[in-house]
């Protein structure tokens, strides 16, 4: 079964830092572009960072350039998202997915994205 867990998630006061984890099962990660999303309350969810399989990024959204880095371990079958300097406004719960097709780069639509993790709530306040 093809599944996608994130963690990390918890309350952080402005300027703070957390590691969010993306840890796939039932498909090998290497293979896949790797996106990270958030939707904060009553907002649509908007698309963070991608990865894709030869380690390039993609930003979805200027606000968190020069804050946020993407990273994947294919031995932990993992992606990481490093948030640093975290502001009020980056309170969300954040999800990650995968490139519905495999070795293919990252999609400029989020409906290229599948296999969806359930969320982790990211609360930034003071």
């Known amino acids: 079964q093809v599944q996608l867990v994130e963690s990390g998630g918890g309350l952080v006061q402005p300027g703070g830092s957390l590691r969010l984890s993306c840890t796939a099962s039932?498909?090998?990660?290497?293979?896949?572009?790797i996106g990270w999303f958030r939707q904060a309350p009553g907002k649509e969810r908007e698309g963070v960072l991608c990865?894709?399989?030869?380690?390039?990024?993609?930003y979805y959204t200027d606000s968190v350039k020069g804050r946020f880095a993407i990273s994947r371990d294919n031995a932990k079958n993992t992606v990481y998202l490093q948030m640093n300097s975290l502001k009020i406004e980056d309170t969300a719960v954040y999800y990650c997915?995968?490139?519905?097709?495999?070795?293919?780069?990252?999609?400029?639509?989020?409906?290229?994205?599948?296999?969806w993790g359930q969320g982790t709530q990211v609360t930034v306040s003071s």
């Open positions: 997915a995968r490139n519905r097709r495999p070795w293919m780069g990252c999609p400029s639509q989020e409906t290229d994205f599948g296999s």
């Open positions: 990865i894709n399989t030869s380690g390039g990024w993609a």
């Open positions: 039932g498909f090998t990660l290497a293979n896949s572009a």
